[in-house]
């Protein structure tokens, strides 16, 4: 039986769940622990934190230092709707460029590896949670006016190079990206129709 998830909009309601989460060692960036660094941001101001996961306007710093505009696009926080708890089990975030007329265009930035990134749970990873949220987040996508989407993940994380082919990707490339480090990494289109 498939998992059935619920993505929904990061708010204060759901705030604790989040921070208890970020407490327990998890993070949602996989490419460096941000965990402390949310936590002093919520800590701050609570109000701005929810609005930036919401989609908007602010900086974000990569794991060079460097400081960039964050791209427009929601995340949203997955909950396991299938156990009776209905835990916080991850992130799953949606990004894009727009052109002069505000409408989302295909190319990303170097810095930005593929339009869709997620973060489970380790206690929640191999339940089919990740793969229910991309399939429900390539929806978000399409609505937003993306006809498909670039996934990437690291060579060697067969976990999530499934749940990408899974929910239709095709393999289009291994690359090294500097700004991420020397490991490679696969490049995989989606479309976004369902």
């Given at each position: 039986?498939?998992?059935?998830?619920?993505?929904?909009?990061?708010?204060?309601?759901?705030?604790?769940?989040?921070?208890?989460?970020?407490r327990?060692?998890?993070?949602?960036?996989t490419?460096?622990?941000v965990?402390?660094?949310?936590?002093?941001?919520i800590?701050?101001d609570?109000?701005?934190f929810?609005?930036?996961?919401?989609?908007?306007?602010?900086?974000?710093?990569l794991a060079?230092g460097?400081e960039?505009?964050?791209l427009?696009?929601?995340?949203?926080?997955?909950?396991a709707?299938?156990?009776?708890?209905?835990p916080?089990v991850?992130?799953?975030?949606?990004r894009w460029?727009?052109?002069?007329?505000?409408r989302?265009?295909?190319?990303?930035?170097?810095h930005?590896?593929?339009?869709?990134?997620?973060a489970?749970?380790?206690?929640?990873?191999?339940h089919g949670?990740?793969?229910?949220?991309?399939?429900?987040?390539?929806?978000?996508?399409?609505?937003?006016g993306?006809?498909?989407?670039?996934?990437?993940?690291d060579e060697?994380?067969?976990?999530?190079?499934?749940v990408?082919?899974?929910?239709?990707?095709?393999?289009?490339?291994?690359?090294?990206?500097?700004?991420?480090?020397?490991?490679?990494?696969?490049?995989?289109?989606?479309?976004t129709?369902?």
């Amino acid at each position: 039986m498939p998992a059935s998830i619920s993505l929904r909009i990061p708010d204060r309601t759901l705030l604790g769940a989040y921070q208890a989460a970020l407490r327990g060692g998890w993070s949602p960036n996989t490419t460096r622990d941000v965990a402390p660094e949310q936590l002093a941001a919520i800590a701050a101001d609570p109000d701005a934190f929810l609005a930036a996961l919401r989609g908007g306007p602010g900086r974000i710093r990569l794991a060079d230092g460097r400081e960039v505009e964050r791209l427009p696009g929601p995340t949203r926080w997955i909950f396991a709707e299938d156990r009776p708890e209905r835990p916080f089990v991850g992130a799953i975030n949606l990004r894009w460029q727009e052109d002069a007329g505000g409408r989302p265009v295909p190319a990303l930035p170097e810095h930005v590896l593929g339009h869709i990134g997620y973060a489970i749970l380790p206690a929640f990873a191999g339940h089919g949670y990740a793969s229910a949220a991309l399939a429900a987040m390539l929806r978000v996508a399409r609505d937003a006016g993306l006809a498909q989407v670039e996934i990437t993940c690291d060579e060697a994380n067969a976990a999530s190079r499934r749940v990408i082919e899974k929910n239709g990707g095709r393999l289009i490339e291994s690359f090294v990206a500097p700004l991420h480090g020397p490991e490679p990494h696969l490049r995989f289109i989606l479309g976004t129709a369902s």
